[in-house]
Protein backbone atom coordinates (compact mmCIF):
# COMPACT_ATOMS: atom_id res chain seq x y z
CA UNK A 1 0.00 0.00 0.00
CA UNK A 2 1.36 3.48 -0.50
CA UNK A 3 0.48 6.62 0.78
CA UNK A 4 1.62 10.60 0.15
CA UNK A 5 3.23 13.32 1.95
CA UNK A 6 4.09 16.49 1.23
CA UNK A 7 7.49 18.01 2.43
CA UNK A 8 8.95 21.47 1.45
CA UNK A 9 6.52 21.64 -1.42
CA UNK A 10 6.70 18.80 -2.87
CA UNK A 11 4.59 15.37 -2.88
CA UNK A 12 6.27 12.16 -2.77
CA UNK A 13 4.73 9.13 -2.10
CA UNK A 14 5.83 5.98 0.37
CA UNK A 15 4.72 2.05 1.54
CA UNK A 16 2.53 2.84 4.44
CA UNK A 17 4.75 -0.06 5.98
CA UNK A 18 1.82 -1.12 7.80
CA UNK A 19 2.46 -4.85 7.33
CA UNK A 20 5.89 -5.02 7.76
CA UNK A 21 9.46 -3.22 7.65
CA UNK A 22 9.93 -1.73 4.26
CA UNK A 23 13.54 -0.40 2.87
CA UNK A 24 12.19 1.15 -0.18
CA UNK A 25 12.77 5.17 -0.56
CA UNK A 26 9.95 8.14 -1.00
CA UNK A 27 9.64 9.08 -4.74
CA UNK A 28 9.02 12.20 -5.66
CA UNK A 29 5.71 12.68 -7.46
CA UNK A 30 7.50 14.10 -10.63
CA UNK A 31 9.45 11.37 -10.75
CA UNK A 32 6.48 8.79 -10.73
CA UNK A 33 4.86 11.40 -12.86
CA UNK A 34 7.49 11.18 -15.66
CA UNK A 35 7.08 7.94 -15.62
CA UNK A 36 3.35 7.95 -16.63
CA UNK A 37 3.82 9.98 -19.33
CA UNK A 38 6.56 8.20 -20.76
CA UNK A 39 4.09 4.90 -20.68
CA UNK A 40 1.33 7.15 -21.89
CA UNK A 41 3.85 8.68 -25.04
CA UNK A 42 4.12 5.05 -26.17
CA UNK A 43 0.67 4.07 -26.38
CA UNK A 44 -0.87 7.40 -27.48
CA UNK A 45 -2.16 8.37 -30.99
CA UNK A 46 -3.20 11.50 -32.21
CA UNK A 47 -6.92 12.38 -33.09
CA UNK A 48 -6.34 12.69 -36.33
CA UNK A 49 -4.53 9.34 -37.07
CA UNK A 50 -7.33 7.93 -34.47
CA UNK A 51 -9.65 9.10 -36.97
CA UNK A 52 -8.36 7.76 -39.67
CA UNK A 53 -7.59 4.20 -38.02
CA UNK A 54 -11.15 4.25 -37.04
CA UNK A 55 -12.36 5.00 -40.84
CA UNK A 56 -10.31 2.05 -41.77
CA UNK A 57 -11.69 -0.31 -39.10
CA UNK A 58 -15.27 0.92 -40.54
CA UNK A 59 -14.25 -0.61 -44.10
CA UNK A 60 -13.00 -3.66 -42.42
CA UNK A 61 -16.74 -4.15 -41.03
CA UNK A 62 -18.09 -3.65 -44.22
CA UNK A 63 -16.31 -5.78 -45.98
CA UNK A 64 -16.48 -8.52 -43.33
CA UNK A 65 -19.98 -8.52 -43.42
CA UNK A 66 -20.02 -8.45 -47.37
CA UNK A 67 -17.90 -12.04 -47.01
CA UNK A 68 -19.84 -13.50 -44.05
CA UNK A 69 -23.08 -13.10 -46.08
CA UNK A 70 -21.92 -14.91 -48.78
CA UNK A 71 -20.44 -17.80 -46.46
CA UNK A 72 -23.87 -18.05 -44.97
CA UNK A 73 -25.11 -18.32 -48.25
CA UNK A 74 -23.08 -21.40 -49.14
CA UNK A 75 -23.16 -22.72 -45.85
CA UNK A 76 -27.19 -22.72 -46.54
CA UNK A 77 -26.62 -24.41 -49.69
CA UNK A 78 -24.82 -27.24 -48.49
CA UNK A 79 -27.17 -27.79 -45.71
CA UNK A 80 -29.89 -27.68 -48.09
CA UNK A 81 -28.16 -30.65 -50.59
CA UNK A 82 -27.39 -32.55 -47.41
CA UNK A 83 -31.23 -32.02 -46.30
CA UNK A 84 -32.16 -33.45 -50.28
CA UNK A 85 -29.85 -36.13 -49.78
CA UNK A 86 -31.82 -37.47 -46.10
CA UNK A 87 -34.84 -37.24 -48.49
CA UNK A 88 -33.48 -39.34 -51.43
CA UNK A 89 -31.28 -41.53 -48.63
CA UNK A 90 -35.17 -42.65 -47.11
CA UNK A 91 -36.80 -43.18 -50.21
CA UNK A 92 -34.24 -45.57 -50.86
CA UNK A 93 -34.40 -47.47 -47.92
CA UNK A 94 -38.39 -47.98 -47.92
CA UNK A 95 -37.64 -48.85 -51.48
CA UNK A 96 -35.65 -51.31 -50.31
CA UNK A 97 -32.70 -49.95 -52.69
CA UNK A 98 -29.95 -50.48 -49.53
CA UNK A 99 -30.29 -52.27 -46.05
CA UNK A 100 -31.11 -50.87 -43.30
CA UNK A 101 -27.36 -50.99 -41.86
CA UNK A 102 -26.47 -49.24 -44.75
CA UNK A 103 -29.71 -46.15 -44.53
CA UNK A 104 -28.32 -46.10 -40.75
CA UNK A 105 -24.70 -45.54 -41.60
CA UNK A 106 -25.16 -43.49 -44.04
CA UNK A 107 -27.85 -41.47 -42.56
CA UNK A 108 -25.75 -40.73 -39.34
CA UNK A 109 -22.86 -39.29 -41.50
CA UNK A 110 -25.77 -36.76 -43.21
CA UNK A 111 -26.97 -35.87 -39.84
CA UNK A 112 -23.71 -34.84 -38.46
CA UNK A 113 -23.27 -33.14 -41.30
CA UNK A 114 -26.66 -31.03 -40.95
CA UNK A 115 -25.61 -30.51 -37.17
CA UNK A 116 -22.33 -29.17 -38.30
CA UNK A 117 -23.58 -26.78 -41.05
CA UNK A 118 -26.79 -25.29 -38.75
CA UNK A 119 -23.94 -24.30 -36.04
CA UNK A 120 -21.54 -22.91 -38.40
CA UNK A 121 -24.17 -20.94 -40.07
CA UNK A 122 -25.83 -19.82 -36.07
CA UNK A 123 -22.23 -18.57 -35.08
CA UNK A 124 -21.63 -16.51 -37.76
CA UNK A 125 -25.08 -15.15 -38.11
CA UNK A 126 -24.84 -14.51 -34.20
CA UNK A 127 -21.01 -13.39 -33.50
CA UNK A 128 -21.12 -10.72 -36.93
CA UNK A 129 -18.33 -8.58 -36.21
CA UNK A 130 -18.13 -8.41 -32.88
CA UNK A 131 -14.69 -8.06 -32.74
CA UNK A 132 -15.41 -4.11 -34.10
CA UNK A 133 -16.89 -2.68 -31.19
CA UNK A 134 -13.62 -3.84 -28.84
CA UNK A 135 -11.53 -2.54 -31.51
CA UNK A 136 -13.13 0.60 -31.46
CA UNK A 137 -13.34 1.10 -27.47
CA UNK A 138 -9.35 0.07 -27.93
CA UNK A 139 -7.99 2.64 -30.72
CA UNK A 140 -10.09 5.33 -28.72
CA UNK A 141 -8.23 4.62 -25.20
CA UNK A 142 -4.79 5.27 -27.49
CA UNK A 143 -6.69 8.63 -28.16
CA UNK A 144 -7.22 9.36 -24.65
CA UNK A 145 -3.83 8.66 -23.74
CA UNK A 146 -2.70 11.21 -26.21
CA UNK A 147 -5.51 13.92 -24.71
CA UNK A 148 -3.75 12.78 -20.79
CA UNK A 149 -0.71 14.08 -22.08
CA UNK A 150 -1.91 17.17 -23.12
CA UNK A 151 -3.97 18.00 -20.25
CA UNK A 152 -1.46 16.20 -17.75
CA UNK A 153 -4.51 15.91 -15.37
CA UNK A 154 -2.70 13.52 -13.18
CA UNK A 155 -5.74 11.54 -11.32
CA UNK A 156 -7.02 10.72 -14.91
CA UNK A 157 -4.13 9.31 -15.64
CA UNK A 158 -4.28 7.11 -12.45
CA UNK A 159 -7.36 6.10 -13.34
CA UNK A 160 -6.82 5.31 -17.36
CA UNK A 161 -3.53 3.05 -15.83
CA UNK A 162 -5.89 0.76 -14.02
CA UNK A 163 -8.53 0.54 -16.49
CA UNK A 164 -5.71 -0.95 -18.82
CA UNK A 165 -3.35 -3.32 -16.50
CA UNK A 166 -3.15 -4.62 -13.53
CA UNK A 167 -0.74 -5.58 -10.64
CA UNK A 168 0.90 -1.98 -10.47
CA UNK A 169 3.66 -1.86 -7.92
CA UNK A 170 6.21 1.02 -7.14
CA UNK A 171 9.63 -0.59 -6.17
CA UNK A 172 13.28 0.79 -6.15
CA UNK A 173 11.36 3.79 -7.21
CA UNK A 174 9.75 2.66 -10.67
CA UNK A 175 6.46 2.51 -11.16
CA UNK A 176 5.71 -1.21 -12.77
CA UNK A 177 2.81 -2.93 -13.81
CA UNK A 178 1.14 -5.41 -16.41
CA UNK A 179 -0.74 -3.90 -19.23
CA UNK A 180 -3.42 -5.21 -21.21
CA UNK A 181 -2.07 -7.82 -24.38
CA UNK A 182 -2.73 -4.97 -27.07
CA UNK A 183 -0.90 -2.43 -25.06
CA UNK A 184 1.45 -4.19 -24.02
CA UNK A 185 1.71 -5.34 -27.87
CA UNK A 186 2.18 -1.54 -28.97
CA UNK A 187 4.21 -1.11 -25.98
CA UNK A 188 6.83 -3.28 -27.33
CA UNK A 189 6.90 -1.68 -30.47
CA UNK A 190 5.79 -4.46 -32.55
CA UNK A 191 2.91 -2.53 -33.98
CA UNK A 192 4.35 1.34 -34.61
CA UNK A 193 1.91 4.21 -34.33
CA UNK A 194 2.72 4.74 -37.93
CA UNK A 195 1.32 1.37 -38.93
CA UNK A 196 -1.74 1.76 -36.42
CA UNK A 197 -2.70 4.96 -39.12
CA UNK A 198 -1.32 3.23 -42.07
CA UNK A 199 -4.51 2.46 -44.58
CA UNK A 200 -2.57 -0.99 -44.69
CA UNK A 201 -4.21 -2.02 -41.69
CA UNK A 202 -7.63 -4.58 -41.80
CA UNK A 203 -8.95 -7.03 -39.90
CA UNK A 204 -7.26 -9.81 -40.40
CA UNK A 205 -4.59 -7.99 -39.12
CA UNK A 206 -6.26 -6.96 -36.07
CA UNK A 207 -7.60 -10.37 -35.20
CA UNK A 208 -4.01 -11.28 -35.49
CA UNK A 209 -2.15 -8.93 -33.33
CA UNK A 210 -4.47 -8.49 -30.80
CA UNK A 211 -6.68 -11.75 -30.03
CA UNK A 212 -7.98 -9.64 -27.11
CA UNK A 213 -10.16 -7.67 -29.61
Given at each position: ????????????????????????????????????????????????????????????????????????????????????????????????????????????????????????????ENKGVS???????????????????????????????????????????????????????????RVSRRE??????????????????
Amino acid sequence: MITAETQKGHNYYRCTKKREVCSQKYVREEVLTEQIKSFLQKVSLSSQDTEKVLRELDKDEQKAREESKVFVENLKNELADVEARLDKLLSAYLDEVITSEEYAAQKQKMLDQRVELKEKISEIENKGVSWLEPAHAWVKSLNQAEKLLESGDKTEMTTFLKQIGSNHILIDKSLSFSPKKPFQILCERRVSRRELASSNLHFPNWRWRFPEL
